[in-house]
């Protein structure tokens, strides 16, 4: 049978499926039988892609047999256009996450990376500055490290910095990478930072323009990181 695509634009909580049916976000979450599969064929938990989609960044694309009820889709990145359409139905407004706020400047701070150098708020304006909130021993941030190290060999000759602030001390954090490489610009000793902009959970996903504004923050482990945070910094280049 002939397949039929959909397109899932989140928009006022309302997803318009078809002239007879018309579901909200929460429906196909709460519907045991919806399957999203991300661009891997891997079937996502409901809370992963529901907190994508509603970012606006995110859409759901269905995929079903002509005449069948629709159930299954496949999550991509939403085109301009797709977030262009999505923006204009709905007012999301600053969001705030921690100690950020988008289209806010982000909070002051100085930090020194494992080889000695410094970097501050002010000098790196004019950069796309993206951090990493992390800790040697959770899980969560172990797990990134491989898509992490991915999205800083695709901009390393862009005008990116990648900084990973950690509270671990220098010592700790030196044994470590040498297990594990983490290709981030690794700051350690970072307790005042993390006091000041209000980090309390990990990892934490801060991508911030060349003004120096937030643009984007996300908390905890997120499927497929790299596209998320690889879709927002190509925005702001």
């Given at each position: 049978?002939?397949?039929?695509?959909?397109?899932?634009?989140?928009?006022?909580?309302t997803?318009?499926?078809?002239?007879?049916?018309?579901?909200?976000?929460?429906?196909?979450k709460?519907?045991?039988?919806?399957?999203?599969k991300?661009?891997?064929?891997?079937v996502?938990?409901?809370?992963?892609?529901?907190?994508?989609?509603?970012?606006?960044?995110?859409?759901?694309?269905?995929?079903?047999?002509?005449?069948?009820?629709?159930?299954?889709?496949?999550?991509?990145?939403?085109?301009?256009?797709e977030?262009?359409?999505?923006?204009?139905?709905?007012?999301?407004?600053?969001?705030?996450?921690?100690?950020?706020?988008?289209?806010?400047?982000?909070?002051?701070?100085?930090?020194?990376?494992v080889?000695?150098?410094?970097?501050?708020?002010?000098?790196l304006?004019?950069?796309?500055?993206?951090?990493?909130?992390?800790?040697?021993?959770?899980a969560?941030?172990k797990?990134?490290?491989?898509?992490?190290?991915?999205?800083?060999?695709?901009?390393?000759?862009?005008n990116?910095?990648?900084?990973?602030?950690?509270?671990?001390?220098?010592?700790?954090?030196?044994e470590?990478?040498?297990?594990?490489?983490?290709?981030?610009?690794?700051?350690?000793?970072?307790?005042?930072m993390?006091?000041?902009?209000?980090?309390?959970?990990?990892?934490?996903?801060?991508?911030?323009?060349?003004?120096?504004?937030?643009?984007?923050?996300?908390?905890g482990q997120?499927?497929?990181i790299?596209?998320?945070?690889?879709?927002?910094?190509?925005?702001?280049?």
């Open positions: 049978m002939k397949k039929i695509y959909i397109l899932i634009l989140f928009s006022l909580s997803l318009v499926v078809s002239a007879q049916t018309t579901k909200t976000l929460n429906d196909y709460n519907d045991k039988t919806t399957i999203v991300d661009s891997t064929g891997k996502l938990e409901a809370s992963a892609w529901f907190d994508l989609v509603k970012s606006n960044n995110y859409t759901l694309e269905q995929i079903s047999e002509e005449g069948e009820e629709p159930r299954e889709f496949k999550l991509r990145l939403s085109t301009a256009d977030r262009r359409m999505s923006a204009q139905k709905m007012d999301r407004g600053p969001i705030t996450l921690a100690g950020f706020t988008t289209g806010k400047e982000i909070g002051d701070y100085s930090v020194v990376d080889a000695g150098k410094t970097y501050t708020r002010d000098e304006k004019g950069k796309v500055v993206v951090l990493n909130f992390w800790f040697k021993d959770a969560p941030c797990a990134e490290i491989p898509e992490l190290n991915k999205l800083v060999k695709k901009y390393k000759a862009k990116v910095v990648f900084l990973a602030p950690t509270y671990d001390p220098l010592e700790d954090v030196t470590f990478l040498k297990k594990m490489p983490f290709n981030y610009i690794i700051c350690t000793d970072v307790d005042q993390i006091i000041d902009l209000k980090i309390s959970k990990y990892p934490t996903h801060v991508v911030v323009d060349k003004q120096g504004l937030v643009h984007f923050v996300t908390i997120t499927d497929n790299f596209l998320q945070l690889d879709y927002e910094i190509n925005n702001l280049l």
